[in-house]
């Protein structure tokens, strides 16, 4: 398979396939099943504390995606909100049957951005990390790549994204506004 590299703002990011996409994926059991109809807008890998406790390992991979690319093929996951550091909690879909989380609904963007856990995708390693965030809390045995962007804390988006994801996060600014407006305050 050929990888192409990205350059972003002059800074080199992941590989990727390009003729990766649709990809699928799902939960251990298989009742829930996924496909991605696209690339998604931007893979963090996030090293904050509240990620290392939620997945139990030293970091979570999320592909971030419009909820419209992602296509159920099976079972619909369990909404089950959770806390997170912004005091916003989180909306995290799990497997009714094996619960695990297959993607997650950051208070942000809600239900209409999903932060997709990466591992659970047939072929995870066609979704490599965009960025390291939240690194002044990584393991301090975890060894970041120098090719992909690192940043202490989280970032500004128009200095690493590209400028597709850009405007595809463009097009979404009126249903997240609509969804915030809807939010308790």
């Known amino acids: 398979m050929i ?6 703002h002059g ?30 807008l931007f893979v963090h890998c996030c090293h904050c504390r509240w990620c290392q406790r939620e997945s139990g390992a030293a970091f979570a991979l999320n592909a971030m995606i ?5 296509l159920n093929l099976g079972l619909a996951p369990t909404m089950i909100h959770t806390p997170s550091q912004s005091g916003l909690g989180q909306q ?5 049957r094996c619960q695990v989380a297959v993607w997650s609904h950051y208070a942000g963007s809600g239900p209409v951005i999903r932060f997709v856990r990466v591992g ?6 066609i979704l490599p ?8 809390s990584k393991q301090a045995w975890v060894q970041l790549p120098a090719e992909t962007p690192a940043v202490p804390e989280y970032y500004e988006r128009e200095a690493y994204w590209s400028a597709e994801s850009l ?11 609509a969804y915030q407006a809807t939010r308790p305050s």
């Open 3 to 8: 990888y192409s590299q990205r350059v972003i």
């Open 11 to 40: 800074t080199r990011t992941a590989m990727s396939k390009p003729s990766s996409f649709p990809a699928e994926g799902g939960c251990d059991c298989q009742a829930i099943r996924y496909r991605l109809i696209s690339a998604p």
């Open 66 to 70: 419009e909820s419209d690319r992602v």
């Open 92 to 96: 995290v879909a799990r497997c009714p």
């Open 120 to 125: 659970t995708l047939d072929n995870p390693e």
């Open 129 to 136: 990390p965009d960025i390291h965030i939240f690194t002044t």
């Open 167 to 177: 405007a595809r996060r463009e097009r979404l600014l009126p249903a997240i506004a």
